[in-house]
């Protein structure tokens, strides 16, 4: 069995006009260290498909599992600790805490199971020293580009070495040169750690970097 | 890095919107703590005030007798733990005349106060209260003046007022030889030594507990015992009698402070323990008279008639002493005559009532006949001697016409006649007939030489005085006439004093007269004296530990901790509302990380946990800095009570006073309330998806037809709100929901209002939430400033929650100021009426001395030397006019004017007059006569007899805390004399701070009570049935109340109109009602506040709309139309749902008389509410169109 496996995945949400159905038996199987970039038109279901999977939204049928498991099987609290172990997300808007610093939103995800250990710490400083923010660790993210707001959400996404790495548009708000920069990073870093990458875009340009690429037609993943 | 890293990045960050939350909270706490610093504040003040109206006075005694002055000396000279100081405690009225100077041609109206306290007081006194640092006590013909009085009278230093006081009369002066129509009030010119300033405790010495300041003036004990007789006279060749001086009153000091009431109950009994030692028959007003040619001594009072008490103890001690004993009862018979022979009789005789069996033998009998038999005598039967059966011709088996004065209720004197059989002639000279020992001695009738010298009170016939009758008088005194059984005696000539005149009393077997006497004096003494004695509780002889009873009542008959809470509901509901609100907001603006920390696998109780504690801190760090606001607060409130407010309580001397406990109390809960509201909002968290916070979505998404159903709910909701609200109104008029209370002190009906407040500001809030989120709420249409006013009303709908609650702010903080406002009344707007707090008088009166006579009748004025022969005007006023008088015995003040727990109130008499006549307005008193439950008499489970009375709701409610069907124990609950029942209460009525009970009770109760000294003056011309009615011109009723307080000047006689008496009670409630409505006030501003902040929230969230609007070609002013369009439906809806739920939930007391409602000051301040709302409003947009298009845009 795959690492993650989807099957057979359909999505409805309620509408004036009845049930609208964005997926339609989508599937999609990948193993580590595979990296997947899925495009298709807006309002396609891309970012469904990618939320689905990353377990903050749930199928209205078909079945996810992750590393052999069925995550929507968990109650609440446990799927947020399976999220915090195996998934890790970048989003087109960074989502960094304005409040903490750089190397405290890298860490963020740790906070989950307690404290953070020095370790920890020292793994987030790599990390930030390999995306080239060696020197910004302190900075809080209003004191950051695009790029670097983006590459740090990159870094907090690794943290946890999760199996599983979900960016929703990642270069969407970058300039052309950034959204590259980012793109290789995020390719290389998951390749480094082994982990699987799907990677929803517009970009026809970053999706034709990525080993594999799918498009979603008519609720359906294709190949 | 950890959660505590993060949660203080985040309250750091956001410092802004928690500064918001924190003010909310430091609101809150201010308001909660304050609320308890004010009821601290008010306790610590009104023991204070104890503390300084008694100074060193530990324990008072006041009674209505008058006894030794050498008591005070016997009692307590050698004793080192306490001091006595002697008094005379008295009632009294004053009376200024201005004088013009010397080339002045005026002449200055005379200015009167009634109800004066008068102390007759020494240095002893004078010390006692610490007052010789500041003032000296009075002396010779000095009187010292309480700065309220010297105001009352315009007068100053040096000037000369007049005292008229009671003249003290042993004899009670509602009976035959009381001195009812004699002089009985003293005039005594003083000149003004000194005025007192209310700052020194002796300017408001008071015995019974009272913040108000009392009417205090002080003159020399010496000189006004010689004024009213009661000095020190020492025996002369002149006058052979001796008596000693007299008082009324003692204060006493301990060396060792208690202020515990158990303790102070102990010292007050040690201190009554020293007087009973010190006391003697002579302070009872008793002797032992001793007849040693007959061998027996009688023992009698100088009041003429012994009460029943205290014959009780006389006939308990002489059958514990085996003493034969013969009790007495003699009265005077004006005359006695042949039925059939007017010119056969004899005048001015005494009469006695004996129980024949006891005059069989010596040493009271035998009585020897000339004529007919004792034998079975009947209660018509009559035995004369053999003078007075010369005197009417007639013998045994004859007819003879008695004739007598009995005394009316009104000190009249109407002359009764009787006839009796003859029984039986005595034979007169030295047999037991002749015996002077059945009369008491009573001086000025006894002990005169002829009948022409008595000193009697009433008319006397001296023509028809025989010399015959004088021929008597010279050989036998007051020896009876004629007996007749003392059963028939005493239901003729018994009175509430007593139904004996003296109990004879013969030595036991073997024992001398002498020895016996002394035995049984000691002995009855002891008893008199005993703890729990009869006697002297009836005569009030005890001590009271007065100033432990005062610092008891300093706890309050109001919480006043409970009040401002009550006050500060609102306010503090407000202060939760905007809480909630400003943390909501702070949520929603964090919508996106909240969705981050849930993406990145924080669980959402690790997430809800993390806000939580954020707030927390806020909400602690608001409680620390609200409690030092608190005590900010509450000096702004203590302040307002001594100037703004002091209507509510009428005192300057109140302190701020801060406990720990309070502080502590308050924090807790305001930060408890500012948790749950906290934990309330981030349940808002709970049933949001994280997709959608990141997204930036923190309403809940809802299908239409969710939004359908909730708004179907919403509108069921607030329809079942609306229905109960109006059933509750019916309700309360329909007289179902009770007036009695409740729970906590607070009535059926307050929590009637509350509940209908509460129901309808939901009901609108639920009716604005189902419109919200129905069609019509988003439909844009239109054109001009109409469509972009939809496109305003649209905006409304799009933050539900945030709409609603700015609303509820609004409303709620509206519905305080409308029905506060609602609920002011003004006595002034009611006129005369039957059936309201005014009854359809006119005045009330109160006289200081009491008034025997009817002022209904020519007879009566005449006699209170009211002649109205050459005043014309005055005498048509005085037939025009009702005067129904009230029996009083004067008790603690336990009206809304008198903040301290009171226990025994002013109790009234009620005539069967006023029974009749009925009126007032009753709360919860459903029966056709209410008046007439005061002739129901009742038993308690034991059998023993329990008093119907009636009284005021808000005395019976809020000061004794008794509703209709409870009892009043008296003098209290742990050992009660006797027991009130409360039969009904008065709605509103002048009656405050009085129990009212029929006048027959009241006179078996307080039989030293003479005469009437409470009076409702009214119309005679009123209708009764209320149809319609004929009232006095303001100058006739103005014209009265001076007649009235001119020609009953010596009593002390002051008139005041109902309707300001009523203002004053009134003055209380609108007081109160008038904090109420400033802390509305300060609730609307947070309203207010909160509105403000979410327009101005609303409208930069909506930047980049308003810029693309810009873009598109809407004008600036266009947008503030849409802007203002949104605020003022919100604003409107918030005033219109608070002031329709205000005036609904007041329903019931805006249809009743004299509810005055001030509509434009009340409108006014909507009106302002609604013109700042808008102003932030525009302060809004302003802030929104500020940045430059484009940047907005490209921002977006």
């Known amino acids: 069995m795959s690492d993650l496996s989807v099957q057979d995945l359909s999505k409805d949400f309620a509408s004036p006009a009845g049930p609208l159905s964005v997926l339609r038996g989508a599937d999609l199987a990948m193993d580590r260290g595979e990296a997947v970039a899925i495009t298709g038109p807006s309002g396609s279901g891309k970012s469904t498909l990618l939320y689905i999977a990353g377990t903050l939204d749930e199928p209205s049928s078909g079945s996810v599992s992750i590393d052999g498991v069925n995550p929507f099987e968990k109650d609440e609290t446990e799927l947020a600790s399976f999220r915090n172990q195996h998934i890790g997300f970048v989003f087109q808007d960074h989502h960094l805490l304005p409040q903490c610093s750089v190397l405290e939103n890298v860490l963020l995800p740790m906070l989950a199971s307690g404290n953070v250990a020095k370790e920890e710490e020292a793994r987030a400083a790599e990390l930030l020293d390999r995306v080239g923010l060696a020197d910004r660790v302190t900075h809080r993210p209003a004191q950051l580009s695009g790029g670097e707001r983006q590459r740090v959400a990159v870094c907090r996404a690794l943290i946890n070495q999760p199996l599983l790495v979900l960016a929703d548009e990642p270069t969407g708000n970058l300039d052309r040169e950034t959204a590259e920069s980012v793109g290789t990073l995020l390719l290389e870093l998951g390749k480094e750690q082994n982990t699987m990458l799907i990677c929803v875009t517009h970009s026809e340009e970053l999706a034709g970097r990525f080993p594999r690429h799918g498009r979603l037609r008519d609720g359906k993943l294709e190949e | ?1196």
């Open chain 2, 1 to 1196: 890095m950890n959660s505590k890293t993060l949660i203080l990045r985040s309250l750091t960050y956001y410092w802004r919107t928690h500064l918001a939350v924190l003010l909310g909270v430091i609101a809150g706490t201010a308001v909660i703590a304050g609320a308890l610093i004010v009821g601290d504040s008010v306790r610590d003040s009104l023991r204070q005030m104890t503390l300084e109206r008694l100074g060193r006075v530990d324990h008072t005694l006041s009674s209505h007798r008058f006894f030794r002055q050498a008591v005070a000396d016997d009692a307590f000279a050698d004793d080192e733990t306490y001091s006595a100081a002697p008094a005379l405690v008295m009632f009294g009225g004053l009376e200024y005349q201005k004088q013009p100077a010397e080339h002045e041609d005026a002449t200055y109206p005379t200015v009167r106060v009634g109800k004066v306290n008068v102390y007759g007081v020494d240095d002893n006194f004078w010390s006692m209260m610490k007052a010789d640092e500041g003032s000296k006590a009075p002396t010779a013909f000095n009187i010292t003046l309480s700065q309220r009085v010297a105001d009352q009278l315009r007068v100053s230093v040096g000037e000369e007022i007049t005292l008229w006081i009671e003249i003290p009369s042993s004899i009670p002066r509602d009976t035959l030889l009381g001195g009812g129509d004699d002089q009985t009030s003293q005039e005594i010119i003083l000149t003004v030594g000194e005025i007192l300033r209310e700052e020194l405790g002796v300017a408001r010495f008071a015995l019974t507990p009272n913040q108000q300041l009392p009417l205090n003036v002080y003159v020399p004990l010496d000189t006004l015992q010689n004024e009213l007789d009661l000095q020190e006279i020492t025996a002369s060749r002149r006058n052979p009698t001796a008596r000693p001086a007299r008082i009324n009153a003692m204060m006493v000091a301990a060396t060792r402070q208690s202020s515990l009431l158990t303790e102070a109950q102990r010292s007050a009994d040690a201190v009554n323990e020293s007087l009973a030692n010190a006391l003697t028959l002579e302070d009872f007003g008793l002797r032992v008279r001793k007849y040693p040619e007959r061998d027996y001594f009688s023992l009698e009072s100088e009041r003429m008639i012994l009460d029943n008490a205290t014959a009780d103890v006389g006939h308990r001690v002489a059958e514990e002493l085996k003493m034969k004993q013969s009790p007495v009862l003699v009265y005077l018979a004006n005359y006695f005559m042949h039925p059939d022979n007017p010119d056969a009789f004899s005048m001015y005789s005494i009469v006695a009532g004996v129980d024949f069996e006891d005059l069989d033998a010596s040493p009271f009998g035998p009585f020897e006949l000339k004529d007919g038999s004792l034998e079975k005598l009947d209660h018509d039967d009559i035995v004369i001697n053999e003078w007075l059966a010369e005197d009417v011709q007639i013998g045994a088996g004859d007819s003879l016409k008695l004739a007598f004065h009995m005394v009316g209720d009104h000190g009249e004197l109407p002359e009764e006649e009787g006839y009796f059989d003859v029984r039986a002639v005595l034979k007169l000279d030295g047999t037991a007939a002749a015996d002077r020992g059945f009369t008491p001695e009573v001086q000025g009738i006894t002990d005169v030489d002829d009948i022409g010298d008595w000193d009697q009170p009433f008319e006397m016939d001296l023509d028809r005085v025989t010399d015959r009758d004088d021929e008597y008088w010279e050989a036998y005194r007051a020896t009876p006439k004629a007996f007749v059984s003392l059963s028939t005696a005493q239901s003729l000539w018994s009175s509430r004093y007593g139904k004996l005149t003296s109990l004879r009393i013969a030595p036991a077997d073997g024992v001398a007269l002498d020895e016996a006497a002394q035995q049984f004096e000691e002995k009855f003494l002891a008893q008199l004296v005993a703890k729990d004695s009869e006697v002297m509780k009836s005569m009030v002889l005890q001590f009271q530990p007065t100033k432990a009873q005062g610092l008891a009542a300093a706890a309050g008959t109001q919480d006043f901790s409970g009040l401002f809470f009550g006050f500060s509901f609102f306010l503090i509901l407000s202060a939760a509302i905007l809480i909630g609100l400003l943390f909501r907001l702070a949520i929603e603006r964090r919508g996106r990380s909240v969705g981050l920390l849930s993406a990145v696998g924080l669980a959402p109780t690790q997430v809800r946990r993390l806000m939580d504690t954020e707030g927390v801190i806020v909400v602690l760090i608001g409680g620390v800095v609200g409690v030092g606001a608190a005590i900010a607060y509450a000096s702004l409130m203590v302040y307002g009570l001594k100037t703004w407010w002091i209507g509510a309580i009428g005192t300057r001397f109140l302190f701020v006073s801060i406990t720990p406990q309070s502080l502590t109390i308050g924090f807790c809960i305001a930060v408890i309330i500012a948790w749950i509201v906290i934990r309330l909002s981030l349940r808002l968290l709970r049933d949001l998806p994280t997709r959608g916070l990141l997204a930036g979505n923190t309403e809940k998404p809802l299908s239409e037809d969710d939004q359908r159903e909730r708004g179907r709910r919403a509108t069921k909701t607030a329809t079942i709100c609306t229905v109960t609200s109006l059933v509750l109104v019916a309700g309360v008029l329909m007289g179902i929901i009770p007036a009695t209370e409740a729970f906590g002190g607070f009535s059926w009906h307050v929590v009637a209002f509350f509940l209908v407040g509460i129901a309808m500001l939901t009901a609108s809030l639920r009716f604005l939430s189902a419109w919200l989120d129905s069609d019509h709420s988003g439909a844009v249409s239109g054109s001009g400033l109409l469509g972009i006013g939809r496109l305003g009303l649209r905006n409304a709908s799009r933050n539900r929650q945030r709409s609603v609650l700015s609303v509820g702010l609004i409303a709620s903080a509206t519905f305080v100021i409308v029905a506060v406002a609602a609920g002011r009344r003004n006595p002034a707007v009611e006129t005369p009426q039957l059936v309201s707090g005014n009854g359809g008088f006119i005045h009330v009166a109160e006289s200081s001395t009491p008034l025997l006579y009817d002022l209904n009748t020519d007879e009566g004025r005449n006699k209170l030397d009211w002649i109205t022969d050459d005043e014309p005007e005055e005498a048509e006023l005085a037939k025009k006019m009702e005067v129904i008088p009230f029996a009083m015995k004067p008790g603690e003040n336990a009206s809304c004017l008198n903040i301290y727990q009171t226990r025994l109130p002013t109790i009234l008499g009620v005539t069967d007059e006023m029974i009749q006549r009925g009126s007032f307005k009753f709360a919860d008193t459903r029966v056709e006569r209410p008046w007439a439950l005061l002739t129901q008499n009742h038993e308690d489970e034991d059998g023993a007899p329990v008093i119907p009375v009636l009284g005021d709701m808000n005395t019976l409610m809020y000061s004794l805390k008794k509703g209709i069907g409870k009892t009043i124990s008296i003098p209290n609950d742990e050992n009660p004399d006797y027991k009130l029942k409360v039969m009904g209460m008065f709605d509103g009525s002048v009656f405050q701070g009085m129990l009212m009970m029929s006048e027959a009770n009241f006179r078996k109760l307080y039989p030293e009570q003479v005469g009437y000294q409470y009076f409702l003056i009214g119309d005679r011309r009123f209708r009764r049935d209320g149809t319609a009615s004929h009232h006095f011109t303001p100058s006739e009723t103005q014209k009265i109340a001076e007649v009235l307080e001119t020609r009953l000047g010596s009593y002390g006689f002051d008139v005041e109109p109902i309707g300001d008496r009523l203002a004053d009670f009134l003055a209380v409630q609108n007081t109160y009602l008038q904090t109420f409505q400033t802390l509305g006030g300060l609730g609307l501003l947070l309203g207010t506040i909160g509105l403000a902040t979410v327009m101005l929230r609303n409208v930069l969230e909506r930047r980049s709309e308003l810029a693309l609007m810009r873009a598109i070609g809407f004008g600036t002013s266009k947008l503030a139309v849409m802007v203002m369009w949104e605020n003022a439906f919100l604003l409107v809806w918030g005033l219109v749902a608070g002031t329709i739920s205000a005036l609904l939930a007041m329903g019931p007391h805006l249809l009743t008389t004299g509810a005055d409602v001030p509509w434009l000051s009340g409108g006014l301040i909507l009106l302002l509410v609604f013109l700042v709302g808008m102003v932030a409003a525009l302060a809004a947009v302003a802030e929104a169109v500020r940045t430059p298009i484009v940047s907005t845009l490209r921002a977006q």
